[in-house]
């Protein structure tokens, strides 16, 4: 006798109720051994709480440790924040896993896709740390860390090994990005090592999509920084038959929120023909986290059985409501062998983060100053030399326009300044620089401190340095 597991039951917002009863009553007729929490968050729950996420639904998932999300509506351009980026980093969930496999009776281009994308799920540019410089200029900051990349990494390789899977691949940028996805892609070396069993390899990610819609049986695991790996797990879900199967979990250490990749489908909601496998697929990659795998299988046969009789929801050409859909599998779990209680399991192994490493080597050899400089026919009048900085270098949009030549390239109205010093200098120089500017009238919103590991530069150089 299994003491039932107790999980929070999000029902969210739109098809988000239909879609949650769906799987609800699935669960019940195969007798899973979840209690339901039922809490609340989304776009309802603001109109009635006054909040997307009251702090009693964050605290049912603490308790609980795992929670099922039905999708939430978020207002554009203005309004709450995503529920969902919320509670990704309220609850640190560092991995968002997306199977992408094909199903049969979905027709497809490609019939063989069996692929998990491994997205890093916290950092890059959804720390959403932004600002705008000058009218004309915004800037995005993308974070990478070691400690972000080796988390996503370590737990690709684990789950790699604990599922059978024999390739990881690691799809960045790193050709341009040296340092951010370079930073990833030496992380992603160095946990490999540990995984001799398993082939590791990278992929630039143009390459990576170019391959993945021609043929995309080739791949296994994938694992990328944040924003790769939002745009390249859609495509992939296009590969086998859209949003309506494609599943998602994210995983913490502590922590796992499993939901559907798509939304709250506002067009179609209370019609009663939403499509509840993306939800139920993630439902039953949640048992497998969960250690009821023989669950996630059972479950899993009845629905292969439903879409092999040819049963289907509008959204993949067929004519069953999400109810007609829902009863034919549950009806197809009797006729499904019968399974022992937690045969085996696939539960992954959740890596530590490795402690920060010491940057005491490091010496300050220079700044980036940035300026804003309006007369854009000629360039910024900066001073040649100030305390122990030179001026080494100045770029407009990433290309070096002095010292000449000055390419005939559009300008803008913010410039970077590298002033570099010949020997390690402290800050006292980059003060000295930036009163400096002041006293000549030049405006300055960012400076960035240049530093050097030994002679290896801690930075990268312009377009033409
Ligand atoms: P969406 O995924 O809700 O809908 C896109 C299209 O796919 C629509 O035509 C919809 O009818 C269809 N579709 C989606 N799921 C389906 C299903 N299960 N069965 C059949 N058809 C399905 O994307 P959209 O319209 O951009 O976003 C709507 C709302 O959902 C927005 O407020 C957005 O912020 C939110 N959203 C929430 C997510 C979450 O809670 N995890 C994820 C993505 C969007």
Redesign the pocket.
């Known amino acids: 006798m299994t003491l039932p597991r107790r999980v929070t039951l999000i029902r ?4 988000g109720p239909e ?1 949650t009863n769906a799987v609800v009553s699935i669960f019940d007729a195969a007798r899973v051994p979840i209690e339901w929490e039922e809490a609340d968050a ?2 309802a729950c603001y109109q009635k709480h006054g909040t997307p996420l009251p702090q009693e639904t964050l605290e049912s998932i603490l308790r609980n440790g795992v929670a099922l ?8 351009g203005e309004g709450f924040k ?3 980026v919320t509670i990704r980093k309220a609850l640190d969930l560092f991995a968002n896993v997306r199977p992408t496999k094909s199903l049969p009776g979905v027709v497809t281009r490609f019939g063989n896709v069996d692929i998990i994308v491994v997205r890093e799920n916290i950092e890059d540019t959804y720390g959403a740390i932004e600002h705008r410089q000058t009218p004309d200029v915004a800037q995005t900051l993308r974070i990478i860390t070691r400690q972000g990349s080796m988390l996503v990494h370590r737990y690709a390789f684990e789950m790699a090994r604990q599922l059978g899977r024999r390739r990881v691949t690691c799809v960045h940028k790193a050709n341009i990005h040296k340092h951010g996805d370079g930073l990833f892609l030496e992380c992603f070396r160095a946990v490999a090592s540990d995984y001799p069993d398993i082939v590791a390899d990278d992929l630039i990610v143009d390459n990576a999509c170019m391959q993945l819609v021609v043929r995309p049986e080739t791949f296994d695991v994938l694992v990328l920084p944040n924003l790769f790996g939002d745009i390249v797990s859609d495509l992939c879900a296009g590969l086998v038959g ?3 199967v494609a599943p998602g979990g994210n995983i913490g250490r502590h922590h796992a929120v499993f ?10 909601a209370g019609k009663g ?7 139920l697929l993630s439902a039953l990659q949640m048992l497998d986290h969960l250690g009821m795998s023989s669950y996630a299988r059972y479950i899993e046969h009845a629905l292969t059985a439903t879409l092999k009789a040819n049963i289907r ?3 993949l050409g067929g004519v069953a409501t999400t109810r007609e859909f829902t009863e034919a599998i549950i009806a197809r779990l009797a006729e499904v062998p019968a399974h022992a209680e937690h045969e085996y399991s696939r539960v992954i192994t959740v890596p530590e983060p490795p402690p920060p490493t010491s940057g005491l080597n490091w010496s300050l050899v220079g700044a980036d100053v940035f300026v804003e400089w309006n007369d854009i026919a000629h360039l910024p009048a900066m001073p040649e030399q100030v305390a122990r900085l030179s001026l080494r270098m100045m770029s407009n949009r990433g290309t070096k326009v002095y010292p000449p030549p000055t390419p005939p390239i559009t300008m803008v109205n913010w410039y970077r300044c590298r002033y570099l010093a010949s020997q390690p200098i402290d800050v006292a120089d980059v003060h000295a620089l930036l009163e400096e500017l002041r006293q000549r009238g030049i405006r300055w919103m960012q400076v960035e401190l240049l530093c050097a590991d030994g002679d290896t530069p801690m930075f990268s150089k312009a377009q033409g340095e």
């Open positions: 969210g917002d739109g098809i879609i989304g776009l999300k039905g999708p939430t509506t978020t207002p554009v995503s529920v969902n859209g949003l309506g939901e559907a990749v798509h939304g709250s489908a506002p067009d179609i023909v939403a499509n509840p496998t993306a939800l929801t509008r959204d």
